[in-house]
């Protein structure tokens, strides 16, 4: 989906699988999967056009620039995906379907199309390897510290999917339980937002791997927010959605303990 004409948008050049922010404060962490679109000079753009890579198919429009405004405020580190979701998705079980997909949103990708055993390994472990085992090591290096971090994780979604409208500016997923978010739900209603309260995404179903793996299986605190892309299509609305969100998790004290 485009966004608003104010957008700066282009296609990151590609350095390094994971990218590591750091941050003083070790009570949260901030992820953010699909920060980048940056595919390496060899795939060739994967057989798409730089507009194309611009899109939401290949990223999350704005999630890095709210990512590190929020890490910023909490004072916390950040660690960003360094690669397009369309090498391999960083968010997906790496024996999911949709781990590498040759088409996405009506969009062919010809790179994709009919790749090796041996090349969806080199994806593993060239791009999605090191982005988790970052993740795994900082959070592992806390709990040995006896500090148990929230982790936050941060997207964005388009304003339609299809014909189907996104009313929502800002939405708050959750898997097993509501009641650990809810306090966020109410806090963005409560500020005038029309909430997406597990929507457009149901994490019941549909999780994501980042927060399975590292989140879930460790029993940290932790949650989704889904920001509808047109709002932070702006450094400066990045970092206007980067301090609503640090408000709205010091105000309602979510996940830190007395």
Known sequence: MRMRHTAVMNVDTYSAPVQFHPGANSAFLVVCDHASNAVPEEYHGLGLTAHELEQHIAWDPGARGVSLALAERLGCPAILGGSSRLLIDLNRD??????????????????NRAISDDERA???????APYHARIDAWLD??????IKPVLISVHSFTPRFGSIERPWPIAVLWKKSRDPVAPLIDWFAAQGYQVGDNRPYDARV????????????RNLAHV?????????????????????????????????HD
């Open 94 to 111: 790496i024996d999911d379907a949709t781990s590498i997909s040759a088409e996405i949103d009506s969009t062919f990708v010809p790179g």
């Open 141 to 146: 290096e806390q709990l040995a510290r006896r």
């Open 122 to 128: 080199e994806r593993v472990r060239r791009f999605f």
């Open 224 to 256: 989704l927010f889904e920001v509808r892309n047109n709002e932070i299509g702006t450094a400066r609305q990045q970092q206007e959605w980067g301090e609503r969100l640090h408000r709205a998790i010091v105000e309602t004290r979510f996940g830190m």
């Open 206 to 217: 549909l999780g994501g791997h980042t927060l399975e793996c590292h989140a879930l299986r």
